[in-house]
C-alpha cells in the first residue's frame, strides 16, 4: 500500500512541478509584450490570453502537487488537538464526504464541457488572435483525475495512521524555505 | 404558488443594471403572482464568460446580457449586435430579427451549436462613441499606430484600421488611460463611461464611430424552463421584451444626454463629433474583416447576406422617407 | 424553511465545518456543492443515474473555469514568483536587516523594520498572500531568533502584510472599483493615506507596546552591532538592488508601462537579473523558486475555487436577499446605515473573505448609498479599511493561515490570533478617525482628479 501511495504521490509531485515551469513563461511571454509595446510600439494580439492560460494551467495541474504535499490551507484549531488517530478518522470521512463529490463532478461533468467546447472549437472570449481555449478546458477534467487518484493516496494515508497512530512521511520536496532561512540569513552584522 | 425563475444580468450597477429591472418589473407587472424573475447582478452565480453556459445547462433560469457574451462559440455572435454597420442603426437591426429573419437564424445557430435556450433581443443601443482620446482626433491619419483598448470583432477592425489593440482587464483601463500604457479606450455610453470615471483620464471625448455602432441587450432563457410556462407567461416573457425595448430607448437617451451636458459643462471634457475621415476608414476595415471571416465561416456568410438584404430595401426607404433631422436642430437650437 | 435561511444555515454550518481542520478550500467546495445539490433539486430520484442529474455540478466547473481565466489572477503568481526569487536572492532581508539596524535604538525595531518592509512589499506586490508568506519566511525567524514574543511577532506580519490590499496598487481596489463600477484611479488616491495612516498607527502600536512591556521584543544585544558607517553603507547598499526592483514594479505602473500583472512579471525578471547579478542565481534556486510558485499558487488559487462556489450557491439560494430586505426594513440616519454596514461586514469578516464579501455582501448596499446620500468612494474606503480585519478575525482568517502555512509547526494558530486581536482595534480607530475626517481618504483624489461629481 505504502507503494502505491507513494507512485500516485510521485505522479502528483512530478505533474505538479511539470506545470509549474508555466511560471517561467509566463514571466517571459509577459516581460516580451512589454518590451514590444514600449519599445517597438506593437503590442501583441496573442501575450494577454497566453498569460492567462498559463496562470490557469498552472494552478490547476498543481492542485494534486500541493495536495500531495499537504500544502492546501486548513484551519486546524481543533484539528491539531485531535490524537493522529482522530485526525486520521475525521480525514478519512471528510475525503469520502467533502472531497470526492466534488472532483467526480470535476472530472465526469468537466469532460462533458470539454468535449462541448471541442464540438465549436471554442475561443478566448475577448480575444482579437480568437486564441484557441478548448485544450485549455481539458484541464479541468485531467486535474479532476488527478485530484481523485491523489484523494485515494491521502485516504490509504489515513488508513494507514488509523491502524498505526503515526502520519506516513510526505515525499522529499523542495527544501523547506524557512528551514533554510534559518541558515542562510544569519544577520550581516 | 408561482414560478420563479432565477435571471443573472452581466452588469453590476449602473444604468444596464436599471434596463435589466426595467424588464423585470415589467413581468412583474403583467404576471403577477404567477411568475417571479429574481435578478441576480453580475458575478452572483457565475461569471459573465460562462453566463450562456450557465443557461443552456440550467444552472441559471436566464440572463441579461449582450450577444457579444458568446462570440467565444460563434463569431457570428457578434453580427447580434456589433457587428458592421449596413447604413443601419440598432433600431433596423432588431427589425431585421423579427421581421428579417435574424430571430430564425439564431435560432438555427442556437441549435447547430447544440444551445437548449431561448432568446429575446430588446433596448437599441445608440451606436457607441469612439471613445476617449489624448488629444483631438481631426482625421483617420491620427488613429494609426494608437495603442487602443477594445474589445470583440471591434478589436479586428480596429486593428485593419493600423492601430495596436491591447488588451486590459476591465478594471485597468482608467490607470492604463491615465498612464499612457494605451492612447485611447471605448467603453459605451456617456452614462456609463462618467460612472467609469473616463473623464478621470482623459478630456477628449469623440461621439460616433462604427466600431460598435448597433448593439442591443439579449433575454436568454433556458429551454426547458422557458417551454414548461403556460402560453401565457411564455407570451408575457416575450412582450415584456418588446415593451423594454421602447423603454429603454426613451429612458436612456435622456440619460445619456444629461451625462454628456455633465461631462462637457461641468467635468471639462471636450466633447468632439468623430470626423468622417475616421469613420470611412472604419468601413473599410470592416470590409476586410467581413471578408475574411466569410471566407472561413460559411453560416457567418449567409448572416451578413440576410443582414444586407434587409438592409438595403429597409435603410433605401428610410433614408428617402427621413427628413433632414440635422436641419431642423439647426434651425432651432443653432 | 425557506431558502434565503438555507443559505444562512449553510454559512453557520461553514463556521463550524472549518473547525475540524480538513483542507479549507475543499471544505468551501463541498459545502457549496453540499447546498447546491439541495438548491438545483428538482425531484423524482428514480434510477442511480438520477443522483448525478443535478446542475450544481456544471455549476462548479463553470466556476473552475471562471478562477481559471481570470485575468486578475493573473498577478498572484507572478507576485509569488517575484516574491521567491527575491528572497532566495538575498535581497529583501539585506533591506530588512539594515532597517533593523537603523531603526534599532527605537522600542521593538525587528517589528519596525517587518512593518516597513511589509508596506513597501505591499507597495510592490499588492496580495496578501504573498507578502505574509514572504515575511513568514524572512522576518518571523529572525524575531524568534531575537527572543520576540511568538504571538507579538505573528500579529504583526499578519497585519503588516494585510496592508497589501489597502495601499496601491492593490488587487482588492480593482476589484471593488469593477463591482461598484468607480475609477480604480481614483480608488488608488484615495486609498493613499489611509494606508500610510493605518501603517503610521501600527508603528506607534508597537512602540508603545514595547515601551510598556520590553520583554516582548528583546533589544539586539549590544556586541552584535557594528560601526555607525556599516549601518548606513549597508542601509545603502541594500536599498539600491531593491529600489531598482520597486522602480521596476510600482514605477512601470504609475509610469504608464504595465498593468500589475505585467509589473510583476518584469519584477520577477528584475529579480533573476539582480540574483544573477549578486552571482546568488543557482539553477537549483530558480527550480526551487518555480516548484514553491506552484505549490502555493495551488493553495492561493484552489480557495477561489472554492470560495466562488460557495459564494454562487449561497446567492442563488438567495441569502443576501434576506440581508438585504432586513437593513431597508429599519428606517435608519446615514450614520447608523453606515455604521450598520460596517458592522455586517465586519462580522461577515470572520467567516468570509474579502473576495466574497465584496462579490455577495457590498452590492447590497451599493445601491443604498444614494439613498443615504453617502459617497461611494468614502465608503468604498470604509469597506477597505472594514476588509483588513476579514484577514485577520477567525476562523477565515487568511492572513493566519498563510503565515501558519509557511511556518507550520513553528507556532499555534491560536498564538498568531493571539497576535492579531489589537490590530482589529487599530483598524476601528482608523476607521472611527476616517469617519470624523472624510478628507483623508476624499482630499487626494478631488486633488489629482477634481472635486468627485454625483
Ligand atoms: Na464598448
Ligand atoms: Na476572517
Redesign the interface.
Known amino acids: 500500500m505504502e507503494k502505491l501511495v507513494y507512485a500516485i504521490e510521485g505522479l502528483s509531485l512530478w505533474v505538479g512541478r511539470a506545470f509549474g515551469w508555466c511560471i517561467l513563461i509566463l514571466t517571459l511571454s509577459v516581460s516580451y509584450e512589454v518590451f514590444v509595446r514600449y519599445v517597438l510600439n506593437a503590442p501583441t494580439v496573442w501575450a494577454f490570453d497566453m498569460m492567462v492560460q498559463m496562470y490557469g494551467a498552472l494552478f490547476l495541474m498543481a492542485g494534486p502537487y500541493a495536495l500531495a504535499q499537504d500544502a492546501h490551507v486548513r484551519g486546524d484549531v481543533l484539528y491539531r488537538l485531535f490524537s493522529i488517530r482522530w485526525q486520521a478518522r475525521v480525514d478519512f470521512l471528510l475525503y469520502l464526504l467533502f472531497f470526492f463529490p466534488g472532483m467526480i463532478a470535476l472530472f465526469w461533468y468537466g469532460w462533458e464541457i470539454a468535449s462541448d467546447s471541442w464540438r465549436y472549437k471554442e475561443v478566448s472570449w475577448n480575444s482579437p488572435a480568437r486564441i484557441q481555449i478548448y485544450f485549455f478546458k481539458t484541464l479541468i477534467p485531467a486535474a479532476g483525475l488527478l485530484l481523485m487518484l491523489q484523494g485515494l493516496a491521502e485516504l490509504m494515508r489515513c488508513w494507514k495512521a488509523m491502524k498505526t497512530g503515526v502520519w506516513m512521511e510526505r515525499l522529499d520536496d523542495v527544501k523547506e524555505t524557512e528551514d533554510m532561512l534559518m541558515h542562510i540569513n544569519e544577520p550581516k552584522f | 404558488e408561482g414560478t420563479v425563475l432565477k435571471m443573472q444580468a452581466a452588469w453590476g450597477g449602473g444604468i444596464f443594471l436599471e434596463n435589466a429591472q426595467s424588464y423585470v418589473d415589467r413581468v412583474h407587472a403583467m404576471a403577477g403572482d404567477a411568475l417571479k424573475i429574481d435578478l441576480l447582478p453580475v458575478n452572483s452565480v457565475v461569471k459573465t464568460s460562462q453566463m450562456q453556459d450557465a443557461v443552456h445547462r440550467g444552472v441559471l433560469d436566464a440572463a441579461h446580457y449582450v450577444p457579444a457574451y458568446w462570440y467565444s462559440k460563434s463569431k457570428t455572435a457578434s453580427l447580434f449586435g456589433t457587428g458592421p454597420c449596413f447604413g443601419w442603426s440598432s433600431q433596423e437591426v432588431l427589425g431585421w430579427v423579427n421581421y428579417g429573419g435574424g430571430q430564425e437564424l439564431f435560432d438555427e445557430l442556437m441549435a447547430s451549436l447544440g444551445l437548449n435556450v431561448v432568446s429575446f433581443f430588446n433596448s437599441p443601443m445608440p451606436a457607441q462613441p469612439l471613445g476617449w482620446f489624448k488629444e483631438e482626433i481631426k482625421d483617420a491619419s491620427q488613429m494609426d499606430g494608437l495603442k487602443y483598448r477594445t474589445v470583440g470583432l471591434a478589436a479586428d477592425v480596429l486593428l485593419e484600421m493600423g492601430m495596436s489593440v491591447v488588451q486590459l482587464p476591465g478594471g485597468e483601463i482608467q490607470p492604463a488611460m491615465k498612464s499612457g500604457l494605451i492612447d485611447a479606450a471605448e467603453f459605451n455610453n456617456p452614462t456609463s463611461d462618467r460612472d467609469f470615471g473616463m473623464q478621470d483620464v482623459s478630456k477628449h471625448y469623440h461621439l460616433a464611430s462604427f466600431h460598435q455602432s448597433q448593439e442591443f441587450f439579449e433575454v436568454t432563457f433556458n429551454k426547458d424552463k422557458y417551454e414548461a410556462l403556460p402560453a401565457e407567461l411564455q407570451a408575457i416573457l416575450k412582450y415584456a421584451s418588446e415593451a423594454e425595448n421602447s423603454n429603454f430607448y426613451w429612458h436612456n437617451t435622456k440619460r445619456y444626454a444629461d451625462d454628456l451636458k455633465t461631462l462637457r459643462d461641468e467635468q471639462g471634457v471636450n466633447v468632439y463629433r468623430t470626423p468622417d475621415s475616421v469613420m470611412s476608414a472604419q468601413l473599410d476595415a470592416w470590409d476586410i474583416v467581413v471578408d475574411r471571416i466569410s471566407g472561413e465561416d460559411a453560416f457567418f456568410a449567409k448572416v451578413i447576406d440576410s443582414q444586407k438584404a434587409y438592409a438595403e430595401n429597409v435603410m433605401d426607404y428610410l433614408n428617402l422617407n427621413q427628413p433632414d433631422y440635422k436641419l431642423a436642430y439647426a434651425h432651432y437650437f443653432g | 424553511m425557506t431558502n434565503p435561511e438555507v443559505a444562512i444555515l449553510m454559512l453557520c454550518l461553514f463556521i463550524l465545518l472549518?473547525?475540524?481542520?480538513?483542507?479549507?478550500?475543499?471544505?468551501l467546495?463541498?459545502m457549496g456543492?453540499?447546498f447546491g445539490y439541495y438548491a438545483?433539486y428538482q425531484g423524482g430520484i428514480e434510477t442511480f443515474s438520477d443522483i448525478?442529474n443535478n446542475?450544481?455540478?456544471?455549476?462548479?466547473?463553470?466556476?473552475?473555469?471562471?478562477?481559471?481565466?481570470?485575468?486578475?489572477?493573473?498577478a498572484?503568481?507572478?507576485f509569488l514568483?517575484m516574491g521567491?526569487v527575491v528572497?532566495r536572492a538575498?535581497i529583501v532581508?539585506?533591506l530588512f536587516?539594515s532597517l533593523?539596524?537603523a531603526a534599532r535604538n527605537l522600542p521593538g525595531s525587528l517589528a519596525i523594520a517587518a512593518l516597513l518592509t511589509c508596506a513597501v512589499f505591499s507597495t510592490a506586490s499588492g496580495i496578501v498572500g504573498a507578502v505574509v508568506t514572504l515575511m513568514?519566511?524572512?522576518a518571523?525567524?529572525?524575531m524568534a531568533?531575537a527572543n520576540y514574543d511568538k504571538s507579538f511577532a505573528s500579529g504583526v506580519i499578519c497585519a503588516g502584510g494585510t496592508l497589501g490590499i489597502l495601499i496601491p496598487?492593490s488587487i482588492m481596489l480593482?476589484?471593488y472599483?469593477?463591482?461598484?463600477?468607480?475609477?480604480?484611479?481614483?480608488l488608488?488616491a484615495a486609498a493613499v493615506f489611509p494606508g500610510l495612516l493605518l501603517a503610521g498607527l501600527y508603528i506607534v502600536y508597537v512602540m508603545i507596546r514595547v515601551w510598556i512591556n520590553p520583554a516582548i521584543a528583546p533589544k539586539p544585544n549590544l556586541d552584535?552591532?557594528?560601526p555607525r558607517r556599516k549601518i548606513y553603507l549597508?542601509l545603502l547598499i541594500s536599498f539600491v538592488p531593491l529600489t531598482v526592483l520597486i522602480m521596476l514594479v510600482l514605477g512601470?505602473?504609475?509610469?504608464?508601462?504595465?498593468?500589475?500583472?505585467?509589473a510583476a512579471?518584469?519584477g520577477?525578471?528584475g529579480g533573476l537579473v539582480l540574483a544573477f547579478l549578486y552571482r546568488s542565481l543557482t539553477w537549483l534556486k530558480?527550480?526551487?523558486s518555480?516548484?514553491?510558485?506552484?505549490?502555493?499558487?495551488?493553495?492561493?488559487?484552489?480557495?477561489f475555487v472554492g470560495s466562488w462556489t460557495f459564494a454562487?450557491v449561497f446567492?442563488?439560494l438567495?441569502g443576501h436577499?434576506l440581508i438585504s430586505d432586513w437593513v431597508v426594513g429599519m428606517n435608519l440616519e446615514p450614520w447608523q446605515f453606515l455604521v450598520m454596514a460596517q458592522l455586517i461586514i465586519f462580522f461577515l469578516g470572520w467567516p468570509l473573505e474579502w473576495s466574497e464579501i465584496l462579490?455577495?455582501f457590498v452590492?447590497i448596499f451599493?445601491?443604498m448609498l444614494e439613498v443615504f446620500g453617502v459617497n461611494p468612494y468614502f465608503f468604498a474606503m470604509l469597506v477597505a479599511l472594514n476588509l483588513q480585519t476579514s484577514f485577520l478575525t477567525?476562523?477565515?482568517a487568511?492572513s493566519a493561515?498563510?503565515l501558519?502555512?509557511?511556518?507550520?509547526k513553528?507556532i499555534?494558530?491560536?498564538e498568531i490570533f493571539r497576535g492579531i486581536i489589537p490590530y482589529l482595534g487599530i483598524v476601528i480607530l482608523c476607521m472611527v478617525l476616517m469617519y470624523q475626517f472624510p478628507g483623508i481618504a476624499l482630499w487626494f483624489p478631488d486633488y489629482l482628479?477634481?472635486v468627485y461629481?454625483p
Open positions: 472549518v473547525l475540524l481542520g480538513f483542507p479549507i478550500a475543499f471544505t467546495l463541498a456543492v453540499g438545483y448525478f446542475n450544481i455540478f456544471y455549476l462548479l466547473n463553470q466556476n473552475t473555469y471562471s478562477v481559471m481565466e481570470n485575468d486578475t489572477l493573473v498572484i503568481p507572478l514568483f521567491y528572497e538575498n532581508d539585506r536587516y533593523y539596524m513568514g519566511l524572512l518571523y525567524p529572525a531568533k496598487p480593482i476589484v472599483a469593477a463591482i461598484a463600477e468607480l475609477s480604480p484611479l481614483r488608488y552584535d552591532i557594528p549597508d512601470s505602473i504609475l509610469g504608464g508601462l504595465a498593468t500589475p500583472a505585467e512579471a518584469m520577477a525578471l530558480v527550480k526551487e518555480v516548484f514553491l510558485t506552484a505549490k502555493a499558487t495551488a493553495m492561493v488559487c484552489w480557495l454562487s446567492s442563488y438567495g436577499d462579490i455577495i452590492p451599493l445601491p477567525p476562523p477565515m487568511m493561515y498563510y501558519k502555512g509557511v511556518l507550520k513553528q499555534e494558530l491560536m482628479f477634481g461629481v
